[in-house]
């Protein structure tokens, strides 16, 4: 393998950053086989089994990413974006239904793909590609536009889904993009203070079940048993796990089921019931970690796309492990997103494993 | 550079959810902790047995009977129609009803839900043995059981299940939602005793309410059995002699107080369905020994010529002539033989219960003085028995005449106080602890009914003399010797041969109404080992009706060997 990290990186492997992600993933091995102790621990009840998996099929990826010319994402970008929202499409016209009455994934035989995970990092490409090279103070407006336009298009395809907190993840991603790529500061200040005007308005546009979660999501006690359930459930786990937690595998909320969804988008709180808060934390020093390397890595790249793309890819990192914690701390509506390298689910993990990838290859860039 | 800035945004978010998990984990962590262990844990009664209560003997008058519940566990149950259906076809019983008492009595997946009560044996062996019935339980349910039925029921008294109010009172004593709650008699009383200490289960469930493993277990401590005074074969024998009248025969130890029966008719049989007493005639849960208040009659005088001789109204050998009337004011008051009773003293005016002699007695000592004697006497004031809802009965002053009925007292009123009659209202209970004064050379005793709280002698029967004059005393009963014993004596019928037996007849009237007939005595004359009273409603004449049950219930105790 060293072999071979030398030859295709010339320049370095950010080791640190690898391995980082691999302890995390490790951490979420751990805690999915807890989730699991109630289930039959046969491959189909077994989360950690298939999420091991998963990660070969995604480390293959992972491998394929990084043995590609960098040049060459540059090259391809809107055709992957292309690719993408085509995809997203036919989500649309073929996804089958799910219990929870949404649709967003392709199934592909055993395996169930999901485009929307995808195009977190396609879009983050297509746009970065779309501003690097350009002069900012020269055509400031169409730039502007040309950005939001790429970011609009599936955002809007997600929503159709519906995947409202997809959809909506996007637009701190492109805003993450866009100020590192030296939009005036004075712009931000009017995005944010537009969406403080508009945001209420979008209140007509939401489903019901939308609607449900944000009033639950201000009094969860509206609906204790129904849509608050998840949250106050939640809250318990990570609370009463208190300082040092009840012990791997211990966690009462967790091993005797009061916790819904605890594998997907509510593992931290798996996490918080049985390490407690030095395990929380703890793993939240983690992710900090590799959001500092993902960005240093982007700091000292030399090309602007290569710059973009780091910086890109790393908020959407941080940003999905944001949103995800205060969701679990109902500190957030729960809009199901998952936990990156940590929650269970294959698209995801491989469009994390991608994410990674392409954040190690700007190492390896010069030049773009 | 912008990436730095970039940097810290993020890092501010997530110093932010540090602070966070802060609050969550640490300073509400306790918080939250005792709440997830409130998700998992359920704690499940185990009622406790009640204490069984017997007689002096050791028969037992109050225990279990083991009956047989239907229930369904609903963890176990996987076709709740169909399981409804086969158990309402099985009994049969109305399928709604089973569907019914499932909804009210349904509390978690684990604990059966009793759908049926106190089904026959064979129909619950039978039940219990088909296979095809899943989630069906048969549960064996240990129900309060009274062998003696309605003869003891006014002593001991029923239980049921604790209502809203009394739970509100009795939550701080431990007491909770569904339990079991003595009402009137020992039951009530000595709840506290009898009821023994819950017993509980500890479970562990998971989000579905689900038994997951059971954690702990406590098992129930049975309640104290009680030892009663009664001796239930004088007890029963008392109950059918009275059975179709309305009235109370209370028989007591008057050196120890100990009640050896107390039956009040008519009763109710507290195992049966107790909705059909409620309408039935003659107020069957009225416990008339201790709760019915009556004027004593005649039985009064003995009070009065206590009073008499005490305070040096008369002589033993003062008398006053009878010729059938007194006129008192514009009133002319009647002795109730025509004709009068002639030229007599004190032990001849007992015999003959002379109305004249004892309202000029009366007046010699006015009212106030009749009253203190009365309050001496244990009038006025509840006995102390340990049966609940004890009445403490009346005894008129006139101070209170003027204040409470804003009329002056007349000497009338003090004609009618001497003979037992007009405001004066008493407990049979109270009249049998005059009797025993009588009895025990001037002791007034506290009766009492409950032997042994388990192992342990209850100290009880306390007394208090009243420093009657032994020549008091012995003119008394003198006096309630020749009511039984001499040929014109007014209670000759409660005679029995072989037994040496004191009393005193009354007459009580009751305006429109056949009087009651009163009967209180004693066996032997000297240390007395059976004091007793009599009372039967509307029973006319003292002297007839309720001097032979007297008869009978010394007799019967002297079968016994009680006396």
Known sequence: MKSFLKKIFPSGFDHFFFWTVVVIFLIGILFLYSTSLNRDLTLKGNYALRQLLWMVLSLAIFFSVLSVNFKWYYDLAYVLYGVNLFLLILVLLLGRATRLGAQRWLDLGPIDFQPSEFVKITFVLAVARFLSGKDLTDRLRGNLLGAFCLTFVPAFLILKEPHLGTALILFPILFGILYVAGFPRNFFAWIFFALLMIGPLGWFVLKEYQKQRLLVFINPNLDPLGSGYTVIQSRISLGSGWLFGKGLFSGTQNRLNFLPERHTDFIFSVVGEEWGFVGSTGLIFLYLLLIKRGLAIARRARGEFARLVAAGLTTMLGVHIFVNIAMTMGFLPVVGLPLPFVSYGGSWLTSCLIAVALILSVENERGL | ?563
């Open chain 2, 1 to 563: 550079m912008r990436i730095r800035s970039l940097e810290k945004i993020l890092s501010g978010l997530f110093f932010l959810l540090i602070l966070g998990l802060l609050y969550l984990q640490v300073i509400e962590g306790k918080r939250y902790r005792i709440q997830s262990q409130e998700n998992i844990i359920r704690l499940i009664p185990i009622p406790a047995p009640r204490g069984d209560i017997s007689d002096r003997n050791g028969v037992v008058l109050a225990d279990h009977r083991l009956t047989f519940d239907v229930g369904i566990v609903p963890q176990e149950t996987e076709n709740l129609t169909s399981l409804i259906e086969k158990i309402s076809k099985a009994v049969p019983v109305d399928r709604e009803k089973v569907i019914r008492e499932y909804s009210r009595n349904f509390s978690t997946p684990f604990t059966p839900v009793k759908v049926l009560e106190d089904v026959a044996k064979e129909t619950a062996i039978a039940l219990a043995e088909r296979r095809d019935l899943q989630g069906l339980v048969v549960v064996v349910t240990p129900r309060r059981h009274y062998p003696y039925g309605a003869a003891t029921a006014h002593v001991l008294g029923i239980v049921g299940e604790i209502s809203s109010r009394e739970l509100e009172r009795l939550r701080p004593y431990g007491y909770r939602i569904k339990d079991l709650l003595g009402e009137g008699g020992i039951e009530e009383s000595f709840d506290n005793y009898l009821r023994g200490e819950d017993g509980g289960t500890q479970l562990k469930v998971n989000n579905r309410g689900y038994k997951v493993a059971t954690l702990g277990y406590r098992p129930a401590k049975k309640g104290n059995d009680l030892t009663l005074t009664l001796d239930i074969r004088l007890q029963n024998f008392i109950y059918s002699l009275l059975e179709g009248k309305q009235g109370v025969v209370c028989v007591m130890d008057p050196a120890t107080g100990e009640i050896l029966a107390l039956v009040s008719s008519p009763s109710f049989d507290p195992n049966e369905d107790l909705s059909s007493f409620l309408s039935a005639e003659g107020r069957p849960f009225l416990n008339r020994a201790t709760q019915g208040v009556y004027p004593p009659g005649s039985t009064f005088k003995v009070v009065i010529a206590s009073m008499a001789l005490e305070e040096g109204n008369i002589h033993p050998e003062s008398s006053f002539s009878c010729p059938g009337f007194l006129k008192i004011g514009k009133g002319s008051f009647q002795c109730w033989k025509e004709g009068g009773h002639g030229e007599q003293h004190l032990v001849e005016a007992l015999r003959h219960s002379c109305n004249v002699f004892f309202y000029r007695v009366g007046l010699l000592s006015g009212p106030d003085r009749i009253a203190e004697y009365a309050r001496l006497f244990g009038f006025g004031e509840k006995s102390g028995i340990e049966l609940p809802h004890e009445s403490a009965g009346f005894v008129p002053t006139p101070l209170w005449k003027r204040i409470a009925k804003r009329e002056g007292w007349y000497d009338g009123d003090t004609a009618n106080f001497a003979i037992g009659q007009g405001y004066l209202a008493v407990t049979p209970l109270q009249l049998l602890r005059m009797a025993s004064v009588i009895a025990t050379d001037g002791k007034l005793v506290d009766p009492h009914i409950v032997k042994q709280i388990g192992p342990h002698e209850v100290k009880g029967g306390r007394s208090h003399s009243l420093s009657l004059s032994e020549k008091t005393l012995s003119v008394v009963r003198e006096g309630m010797t020749e009511v039984v014993n001499a040929p014109d004596g007014t209670g000759r019928y409660a005679a029995v041969e072989g037994l040496e037996i004191a009393g005193k007849t009354g007459t009580a009237q009751v305006p429109g109404k056949n009087s009651h007939a009163w009967f209180v005595g004693f066996s032997p004359i000297q240390n007395a080992r059976a004091s007793l009273v009599v009372l039967v409603e509307h029973g006319g004449m003292g002297g007839l009706v309720a001097a032979q049950i007297a008869a009978s219930v010394f007799q019967k105790m002297k079968e016994l060997e009680l006396l």
